[in-house]
């Protein structure tokens, strides 16, 4: 991950401009769009005053490298998203979350893949928690009426009436679990994601929108949940990697 990175998940876990993040910090807002485009590096003190600006504190703290993440993520890079999925998932788990993507695709409301599987569709090095493929909508009360009407079925989670960081999730009538999100800390949903969403290609052909690695970290970072902030080790090895970052030009 580089100070691009930490520059503009900062300000966006924020939700601010670049313009409001110049006015807070004193900085130009066109030097700010130079350090979040890479052009330009701040110092370790301009980059904790940044952050500090947007109400955050960048904490660092030395650890001991973890290598394997790298050989991981550059296993996962050298495959197709679809064998990404295979290689970190059982055969059956794979199948069902290609039909939960697929479906996803094809569907008249917008939507954008989180979590782990999203990570996973972009070279991310660890097993997702669950089979279920996590997304946010553009139109959360079109996209419920669109599932009932193709006969997916709720699930009553505990996690559906959650305030913050919800999930509803919803089963296929062939197989597949989606999980509607919203309210995720770290971002501002769809409206928020929609701005650095990838298409990814499955081997079918079919092309699935996807959360950004870097926003999926921010969602990390910030989550509640355990299974959430476990990958962030992962999605920083991904940021890192020259790959990802080719791919990112």
Not at 26 to 46: M, V
Not at 223 to 249: K, T, W
Request: charged fraction near 25%.
């Amino acid at each position: 991950m580089t100070t691009s990175d930490i520059v503009r998940i900062a300000r966006q876990r924020a939700g601010i401009t670049q313009q409001q993040l110049a006015d807070r910090s004193g900085h130009p807002r066109e030097t700010i769009a130079r350090w979040e485009t890479g052009a330009r590096e701040p110092s370790l003190a301009t980059l904790k005053a940044l952050v500090a600006a947007c109400d955050l504190d960048l904490v660092i703290h030395l650890v001991q490298r973890d290598a394997s993440l790298d050989g991981l993520v550059a296993d996962q890079l050298a495959l197709t998203p679809t064998a990404r999925l295979g290689r970190l998932m059982p055969a059956a788990t794979k199948d069902e979350t290609l039909r939960a993507l697929r479906w996803l695709a094809d569907a008249r409301t917008a939507a954008i893949v989180i979590g782990g599987v999203a990570a996973v569709l972009q070279g991310g090095p660890q097993q997702p928690a669950a089979g279920q493929v996590e997304f946010v909508s553009g139109d959360p009360y079109a996209m419920e009426a669109e599932m009932r009407d193709a006969g997916l079925i709720p699930s009553d989670t505990a996690e559906r009436w959650a305030d913050i960081d919800r999930r509803a999730p919803w089963t296929l009538p062939d197989g597949g679990t989606v999980s509607l999100a919203s309210n995720v800390p770290g971002t501002g949903d769809y409206p928020d994601l929609r701005r650095s969403a990838r298409t990814v290609q499955l081997d079918d052909g079919t092309g699935v929108q996807v959360a950004h690695p870097r926003d999926l970290l921010r969602m990390a970072d910030a989550s509640p949940r355990e299974s959430e902030r476990a990958r962030v080790p992962g999605l920083r090895a991904l940021l890192s990697h020259p790959l990802d970052r080719e791919a990112r030009a």
